[in-house]
């Protein structure tokens, strides 16, 4: 939604506000009783004349609806969701930090899809058969056996699944179709970005670990060089090394490809 649409959905508007408004309307923030919540999706995108309404919302609970100057008070609660890296988004000026910890008086974080079946592998079955449930029916069980073939045999096992349970799902419904998913080609982004979520604290130590094993076997471009540098055992570098941000990091020719030599 643009900026004008989202002041309207939010604090309501007056007719004749702009054009296309023939009648007042109420706004989620009006319509809230003072036991209510509204819930701000993907806060990470507003424009930054609305950032400034809703800081000044928060901190006065006041607001006018667009086009009327008499203020009317807020007496509900404001929950916001956002997939942006949000301190990203506020190096780069285009959140602000002043809302934001206005905002994250309770933070929840999600963790990723990747980051739960680290914590515990048995989840990625769960969801499956759970997703193949509500895509097949009464068919469920097959195509969720069928689904978790073509996973296990055909995609690495640390898979980062960069898109989370929406790209679960188009696997599952691929696989169903035309027995093959293709994930799509990653990004590749800057070494140094590998690590973003273990400084934002949400990285396990074995995957930290295991990106970090793959970033000196890729700069050293053996398995005994990078045992010797980490002070680790070979075959600890070895089954550490992560395949898929491996070609990653290669394709970014920031680091020599490494030769799987001993």
């Not at 007042?24 to 209510?36: A, F, I, N, T, V």
């Not at 988004?89 to 680290?118: A, H, N, V, W």
């Amino acid at each position: 939604l643009t900026g004008p649409l989202v002041e309207s959905e939010l604090f309501g508007h007056r007719r004749g506000a702009f054009t296309g408004a023939a009648q007042d309307r109420k706004g989620w923030l009006e319509s809230c009783p003072p036991l209510g919540a509204v819930f701000l999706d993907e806060i990470g995108e507003l424009a930054p004349d609305v950032q400034v309404k809703l800081l000044r919302l928060i901190e006065t609970r006041l607001f006018s609806a667009v086009g009327d100057s008499a203020p009317k008070r807020f007496e509900g609660k404001l929950i916001a969701a956002t997939n942006r890296d949000l301190a990203a988004e506020i190096r780069k000026g285009q959140f602000r930090e002043d809302l934001y910890y206005r905002l994250c008086s309770d933070l929840i974080r999600t963790p990723s899809l990747r980051q739960q079946m680290d914590e515990s592998p048995a989840v990625l079955r769960d969801l499956v058969r759970f997703l193949a449930g509500r895509i097949a029916g009464e068919d469920g069980d097959a195509v969720a056996g069928e689904a978790m073939a073509f996973i296990e045999t055909r995609l690495p096992a640390s898979y980062a699944w960069p898109g989370n349970y929406r790209e679960l799902e188009q696997c599952i419904r691929n696989v169903l179709v035309r027995k093959e998913y293709a994930p799509p080609p990653a990004s590749p982004s800057p070494a140094s970005d590998i690590f973003e979520d273990a400084r934002a604290g949400m990285l396990s130590a074995d995957a930290l670990l295991s990106r970090y094993c793959t970033l000196v076997y890729a700069q050293m471009g053996s398995y005994e060089g990078a045992a010797a540098r980490l002070g680790i055992d070979r075959r600890t570098v070895k089954a550490r090394v992560d395949p898929v941000l491996l070609e990653r990091l290669c394709a970014e020719k920031r680091v020599p490809a490494g030769g799987g030599a001993a």
